[in-house]
């Protein structure tokens, strides 16, 4: 039976709406590590991470300080997805079953972002950031930083394997040593506040570490009834696209500059198209958006593999 002009409308507001109210529910993760940084053109170059003024007694003229030459460009990328719904199914009153296709479309577009940021942190040990080392290196050296490394290792007395002793002591190395990193101006990035340090670390791990890293990072008592020192009050999450058990990270998420960057060019939208396309049997929607994903600030994200 042909459609009529009313139905094929009906089913397009019908598909732009299981699809908004799906992309309205959505709680991506992405910035909560990432910071987000609104791109104005094809690429944006980050020059200034890293550069930190420091005060100075005003003796004579001022000293203008100028940014470092860091060449750091992330170029977006742009993203689609696309589904076909039958204009059969909408004259047979089918809809229903298009529901958790649509919906499903609307979950691709809204936390493919989270996706991009860990494969882009699992990167990190092989790929440059704004100083010209590894986001994750052993001796990253900007102005009068001094050489620093957020790379660290951890013996395990069976091998790869943690116990959950070991897990906590090797999190209290990488939190210390997250606390102890330098600015260009050699001045601790971590400043004493009325707050905590570093506000709620965030240690993130694979699924088959995450039991051993929740029962180290929440023990008040080891297996003689001693206290254990937990420095910093962490979080533990398990990330299912980190899949190296033997290796977790550290992250620093307070303030507004985080261990990644989310790069956003063009949000996510949608069109349906083809109702009124006598040629074709299947009403178009169409999801794009423009973005990427790249690396922030390496002295708050701290890498740690047990050997």
């Given at each position: 039976?042909?459609?009529?002009?009313?139905?094929?409308?009906?089913?397009?507001?019908?598909?732009?709406?299981?699809?908004?109210?799906?992309?309205?529910?959505?709680?991506?993760?992405?910035?909560?590590?990432?910071?987000?940084v609104?791109?104005?053109?094809?690429?944006?170059?980050?020059?200034?991470l890293?550069d930190?003024?420091?005060?100075?007694?005003?003796l004579?003229?001022?000293?203008?300080?100028?940014?470092?030459?860091?060449?750091?460009?992330?170029?977006?990328?742009?993203?689609?997805?696309?589904?076909?719904?039958?204009?059969?199914?909408?004259?047979?009153?089918?809809?229903?079953?298009?529901?958790?296709?649509?919906?499903?479309?609307?979950?691709?577009?809204?936390?493919?972002?989270?996706?991009l940021?860990?494969?882009?942190?699992?990167?990190?040990?092989?790929?440059?950031?704004?100083?010209?080392?590894?986001?994750?290196?052993?001796?990253?050296?900007?102005?009068?930083?001094?050489?620093?490394?957020?790379?660290?290792?951890?013996?395990?007395?069976?091998?790869?394997?943690?116990?959950?002793?070991?897990?906590?002591?090797?999190?209290?190395?990488?939190?210390?040593?997250?606390?102890?990193?330098?600015?260009?101006?050699?001045?601790?990035?971590?400043?004493?506040?009325?707050?905590?340090?570093?506000?709620?670390?965030?240690?993130?791990?694979?699924?088959?570490?995450?039991?051993?890293?929740?029962?180290?990072?929440?023990?008040?008592?080891?297996?003689?009834?001693?206290?254990?020192?937990?420095?910093?009050?962490?979080?533990?999450?398990?990330?299912?696209?980190?899949?190296d058990?033997?290796?977790?990270?550290?992250?620093?998420?307070?303030?507004?500059?985080?261990?990644?960057?989310?790069?956003?060019?063009?949000?996510?939208?949608?069109?349906?198209?083809?109702?009124?396309?006598?040629?074709?049997?299947?009403?178009?929607?169409?999801?794009?958006?423009?973005?990427?994903?790249?690396?922030?600030?390496?002295?708050?994200?701290?890498?740690?593999?047990f050997?």
């Amino acid at each position: 039976m042909a459609l009529t002009t009313a139905q094929l409308a009906t089913a397009s507001r019908l598909i732009t709406s299981v699809f908004d109210k799906s992309v309205r529910a959505a709680s991506p993760f992405y910035p909560r590590i990432a910071t987000v940084v609104a791109s104005e053109s094809a690429e944006e170059k980050y020059a200034w991470l890293g550069d930190m003024p420091g005060m100075r007694e005003w003796l004579g003229e001022r000293i203008f300080k100028q940014l470092r030459a860091a060449d750091y460009e992330l170029k977006n990328k742009h993203w689609e997805n696309s589904l076909l719904v039958s204009k059969t199914d909408i004259a047979d009153a089918r809809m229903l079953k298009y529901k958790m296709l649509i919906e499903g479309l609307a979950a691709e577009g809204t936390y493919h972002p989270d996706e991009l940021l860990f494969t882009t942190m699992v990167a990190g040990e092989s790929t440059a950031c704004f100083d010209g080392q590894f986001f994750y290196d052993t001796d990253h050296s900007w102005g009068d930083s001094g050489t620093q490394s957020n790379d660290l290792t951890y013996a395990a007395a069976t091998g790869t394997v943690p116990t959950s002793a070991e897990f906590r002591a090797a999190y209290n190395q990488a939190y210390a040593a997250m606390l102890a990193f330098k600015g260009d101006n050699g001045k601790p990035l971590v400043r004493p506040t009325q707050a905590q340090q570093v506000e709620r670390p965030l240690v993130t791990v694979t699924p088959t570490l995450y039991p051993t890293a929740l029962e180290a990072l929440s023990a008040r008592f080891d297996t003689n009834g001693n206290p254990v020192v937990i420095m910093g009050n962490p979080e533990v999450l398990p990330i299912a696209y980190l899949t190296d058990a033997t290796k977790f990270h550290v992250h620093d998420t307070s303030g507004p500059l985080k261990p990644l960057i989310f790069q956003e060019r063009e949000p996510l939208s949608r069109q349906v198209k083809g109702a009124d396309d006598l040629e074709t049997k299947d009403l178009k929607l169409m999801t794009e958006a423009r973005y990427n994903a790249g690396y922030g600030a390496w002295w708050k994200s701290v890498l740690t593999t047990f050997t």
